[in-house]
């Protein structure tokens, strides 16, 4: 066989050992606080049917799916027509019926109604798997990446608003994080600002722009919405809005005031003081909740709260977003059940974790202990003490025999191995062993029991 | 949108919060002794190139790989005569370009040849991920499943094959299994073996006979051997070979005799025997080593030492396996690297570990405390005693107010949390909460440090 240059396909990743180490450790720390929480897990085959998935992300999303090739001959039920006219749009579905897992909401909306008599409400569930997005790859952006999703379905309390902030807080505080922001704001109070300005048909356009204020500036942001069909007069009204500063409750207050005419807006007020008052009976750890009225979030589907998260100490997008939606299993048959969820974005927390040096010393560790020998004699005598340090519960390695001692001592070094045991025929004669410190270089002969109490 | 019933694509599975804690109780205790021996995890992408995995695994294999249909407008580089004449294999290099893995151990073959300069030799890897193939399913057969895979390479020292022993021992008795087997056989035996009968060309066709002696006996292996060009006196030869008795030491004495002109079953032997001294100078929890010859294992790829492991507490094929060989990353040019490694079948393990209740009492309690309320004053009293219970590391849920006591008990039972604290007005007012105990539903008056005393 030919060598092959080998590769792995653009936008994909292999992960390292050390990377695996501190992406576990962003993992572990938000699983953890999902099931402090009461969120359990779930997982979700990769394939879906394509049905599940298309008509669920948009025309573009729908584009961005990896499809599935049917097994065995695929082509004996290919669309006639799409062949000759080579129509790939129409010849998908003839060839392929299965597709890539797009996100963790949909498959969960599944789910929920797959398995609707076995589940007790309110279902809190969490997802920590792959999914896959046939995006152009760029700085940042991956074909395959993670999604940290956690969703409640079958409970309206604002209570469990309360609780993603609470979430938020807990997990970034547990990895370090000093200074972040999380953004609120409500889509009800979106529409009640398209309504009270009379142009209730391009909230859509009025959200789009308005999300971009920190990108393009107020002066951006009045050009888009004019050029979306926004009147001077409009945008008198909108400024002040969008401008809005003080306090969450300053910013209730004002809004309280400008949207009285709206009734949707008014319970959008309502919705996020009744969440601020869960929050007034807490303490947050690092976090800062920030009422943001130009917060829109891209994804239609959002009903009530939206939810953002920002560091303040590194320049870098959201690191977790959500909200709530109000008949997301809808599509599957199951009308009327509301939910809320958020997501943690683990390849950008990955990235501020790295940049702040925040992970923990010592995770590139993963071996405590190299016992070193010379020939098989030492491996023999060895093997015992090996066995008497993993039972200890330290990883321990034993290094083959017939390698120079040198080598022995770069391994040790390249896997960053903390303490290094030398077993020769003097130690094997003495019982006592050389134990080298690998990070201060210094060493000393240690009996078996003396090792052990420095070790464990 | 038309409602949908929704469905996954066949052979593959939804993992319940249930199922997800018993899963994840397998994974954790495997990887943790993976560790403990220095292995270090890696993930490779979902997705690998089509070339990398075509002609890996024989012409069946191929046909069991899922492929990935390429992105945008495939069929503009479709193959013609493909479409024309509706060959479907002829058409799949010319639409797809990806496709899904199809085992852990060709992807860590490209892993170690793409990052040679980056590893320390010998490397440990472990890595636990899904794989797909296009099987039909059956029972106990899935088209993705997990594997859970440790590999060595760059270190031909027999040390490697003594620590797998280990390995199995260790993580199969974490698990509570007390009573199973590792098999050991070598692949230079069988060499040997088929040598010394005269047929080394028919070694293949010896071996997957003789690994049948389970399922068909010794006269369907015979009449196995006699199909397939054996001779009733190579059979002769054979079958005192087959049907060894003894313990691991009588056997190797006797095969010491019978491949005595046998240069590679020598080999075989010797090898052999020094894993057998390995694990004699150590003291294997629950395995019980035994040389079984007629263990043959299907790949092809192995060349040394030969593993399997069975449950003797119930009735199910292998739960693990691996072996040495030793020209794995030949296949994309990296010559001369020989490489040793086991699986773990988590899948039938979870089905053993079921059978035989072992999973451990609790492990379906995922929150241990519910705060039940009857209003939003209740909720607001709770919010302080639900951070302190979390702080200390307690999995605790408020459950929203505004239901009936009764249903906020049924989700506690449901959910098998074992306490529930009832907060009412008379419990705001005198600092006594209501306490009760879900399995023996009994109940007590305490105050908050009282409870925290008992449920830390």
Redesign the interface.
């Known amino acids: 066989?030919a060598?092959?240059?080998?590769?792995?396909?653009k936008g994909?990743?292999?992960?390292?050992?050390a990377e695996?180490?501190k992406r576990?450790y962003i993992f572990d720390t938000i699983k953890s606080v999902f099931?402090?929480?009461?969120y359990?897990?779930?997982?979700?085959?990769?394939?879906?049917?394509l049905?599940?998935l298309t008509?669920k992300y948009g025309d573009e999303g729908d584009?961005?799916i990896?499809?599935?090739?049917n097994?065995?001959?695929?082509?004996?039920k290919?669309n006639e027509q799409?062949?000759t006219t080579?129509?790939?749009n129409l010849?998908?579905s003839s060839?392929?019926?299965?597709a890539?897992r797009y996100d963790l909401t949909v498959p969960f909306a599944?789910?929920v109604?797959?398995?609707q008599n076995?589940i007790?409400m309110?279902f809190?569930?969490f997802q920590v798997q792959?999914v896959?997005r046939?995006d152009r790859p760029q700085k940042g952006r991956y074909?395959?990446f993670y999604q940290c999703d956690a969703d409640v379905v079958g409970?309206d309390?604002l209570?469990?608003e309360a609780?993603f902030i609470?979430i938020y807080d807990?997990a970034l505080s547990n990895l370090g994080l000093k200074d972040f922001t999380i953004k609120i704001n409500n889509r009800k109070i979106l529409s009640g600002i398209a309504e009270i300005i009379g142009k209730p048909e391009l909230i859509i356009d009025m959200t789009v722009a308005i999300d971009k204020l920190d990108k393009i500036g107020l002066n951006g942001v009045v050009n888009e919405l004019m050029e979306k069909g926004f009147t001077r007069e409009d945008i008198d009204k909108l400024e002040p809005i969008i401008l809005l500063e003080g306090t969450n409750y300053d910013k209730l207050h004002k809004l309280r005031h400008i949207l009285a005419s709206s009734e949707t807006g008014l319970k959008g007020c309502h919705e996020l003081e009744e969440i601020f008052?869960?929050i007034n009976?807490?303490?947050l750890h690092r976090a800062t909740l920030e009422l943001d009225i130009t917060l829109a979030r891209g994804l239609n589907y959002y009903t009530g709260s939206i939810f953002e998260v920002k560091t303040n100490e590194a320049a870098m997008g959201s690191i977790g977003g959500g909200g709530r939606y109000d008949d997301l299993t809808g599509?599957?048959?199951l009308k009327g059940l509301t939910g809320a969820g958020i997501s943690f974005g683990a390849d950008r927390i990955y990235d501020v974790l790295q940049e702040l040096e925040l992970f923990p010393e010592g995770s590139n560790q993963?071996?405590k202990v190299?016992i070193c020998t010379f020939d098989k004699g030492g491996?023999?005598y060895a093997?015992?003490l090996?066995?008497q340090l993993?039972a200890e519960?330290?990883?321990?390695?034993?290094y083959?025999?017939?390698t120079k001692i040198k080598k022995q001592f770069?391994?040790a070094n390249?896997?960053n191995v903390p303490y290094v045991i030398v077993i020769g025929s003097d130690e094997i004669e003495s019982g006592h062993l050389t134990f080298k410190n690998m990070t201060t270089g210094e060493q000393e002969k240690l009996t078996v029991n003396q090792i052990l109490a420095k070790v464990k």
């Open positions: 066989m060598a092959i240059k080998p590769s792995v396909p994909t990743r292999d992960f390292s050992p695996m180490v576990n099931r402090k929480y009461g359990q897990q779930i997982e979700t085959p990769t394939m879906e049917n049905s599940t008509g584009k961005l990896f499809k599935v090739l097994s065995g001959d695929y082509l004996a290919a799409a062949l080579r129509n790939s010849a998908t060839i392929s019926e299965k890539l599944r789910y109604v797959m398995h076995e007790t309110p809190k569930r792959p896959w046939a074909r395959e409970s309390s209570l469990n609780e609470m807990e008052e869960y009976n807490i303490k599509m599957f048959g993963t071996t190299l491996e023999v093997l015992p090996l066995q993993r519960g330290v990883n321990t390695e034993l083959p025999s017939g770069d391994y390249n896997k």
